[in-house]
């Protein structure tokens, strides 16, 4: 079996394991969903929303420093913007899911944490793995020779 034929399996494997899901997200309406929801509850979504992503950002930003010579961060605004927008879509996925499934208010506050955490940590994986060529990676100084 060849690596591209191992692939192209895998794919269909892929696709084969989403189609339920996507046949139980069809039955899903939004508006059903959304009828209940005030406002002072978005805002909530939207604080731990806020807050698992900055909480992401900030482990991600220290990090990187940490291993900068220079002690700069290269391209802060797509960081920033990159980790909040993928805790924020996150945040909101989880909470349509848990307010369509009835869940209780506490776990789906938690369940809003997690996801928008993970949301985060997400996209910075995949910036990590795509966008390297285009954002400069901070190199280690050289060993000094004793």
């Known amino acids: 079996m060849t690596i591209n034929y191992l692939r192209v399996v895998l794919r269909c494997m892929l696709v084969a394991l989403w189609l339920p899901t996507i046949a139980f997200a069809s039955t899903v309406t939004l508006d059903k969903t959304l009828e209940g929801i005030t406002f002072p509850t978005l805002v909530i979504?939207?604080?731990l929303s806020s807050l698992s992503g900055a909480t992401a950002l900030l482990q991600r930003i220290d990090r990187e420093l940490r291993e900068s010579?220079?002690?700069t961060l290269p391209r802060p605004t797509l960081f920033a913007a990159a980790?909040?927008?993928?805790?924020w879509l996150a945040g909101c996925l989880a909470f349509m899911l848990c307010?369509?499934?009835d869940a209780n208010?506490?776990?789906e506050l938690g369940?809003?944490?997690a996801a928008s955490f993970a949301g985060a940590k997400f996209i910075e994986s995949i910036s990590e793995k795509y966008l390297a060529q285009w954002t400069p990676k901070a190199s280690l100084p050289p060993l000094e020779k004793e």
């Open 111 to 113: 369940i809003i944490v």
């Open 69 to 71: 010579v220079t002690k």
């Open 105 to 107: 208010d506490w776990l």
């Open 99 to 101: 307010e369509n499934q």
């Open 45 to 47: 979504v939207f604080v």
């Open 83 to 87: 980790h909040m927008l993928g805790s």
